[in-house]
């Protein structure tokens, strides 16, 4: 991911694998056992520093910029190529 865009008026909760993917509350990575996820209140902040972490930009977009990301529950990413 070369770029991380978040709404500014949302926060996210969601799990955390033993190996540290990061996922939704609903969802399960392919080939970790449910039972061994462990909630992360702190979703949002795990994402920054992921993507800092990989050298991508983050950008926290007002209602108005974050707008076209809200089918997406309010989160976007630009790929690297």
Same mark, same amino acid.
């Given at each position: 991911?070369?770029? $991380?865009?978040?709404?500014?008026?949302?926060?996210?909760?969601?799990?955390? +694998?033993?190996?540290?993917? %990061?996922? /939704? *509350?609903?969802?399960?990575?392919?080939?970790?056992?449910?039972?061994?996820?462990?909630?992360?209140?702190? $979703?949002?902040?795990?994402?920054?520093?992921?993507?800092?972490?990989?050298? +991508?930009?983050?950008?926290? %977009?007002? /209602? *108005?910029?974050?707008?076209?990301?809200?089918?997406?529950?309010?989160?976007?990413?630009?790929?690297?190529?």
């Amino acid at each position: 991911m070369a770029h $991380l865009l978040l709404a500014a008026d949302r926060s996210w909760t969601g799990m955390r +694998a033993p190996d540290g993917t %990061l996922t /939704s *509350e609903t969802d399960v990575p392919p080939g970790v056992d449910p039972d061994t996820l462990v909630a992360e209140s702190g $979703l949002d902040e795990r994402m920054i520093e992921l993507a800092i972490r990989d050298g +991508a930009e983050v950008s926290i %977009l007002d /209602s *108005e910029a974050a707008a076209p990301l809200a089918d997406h529950d309010g989160i976007g990413a630009l790929l690297r190529w």
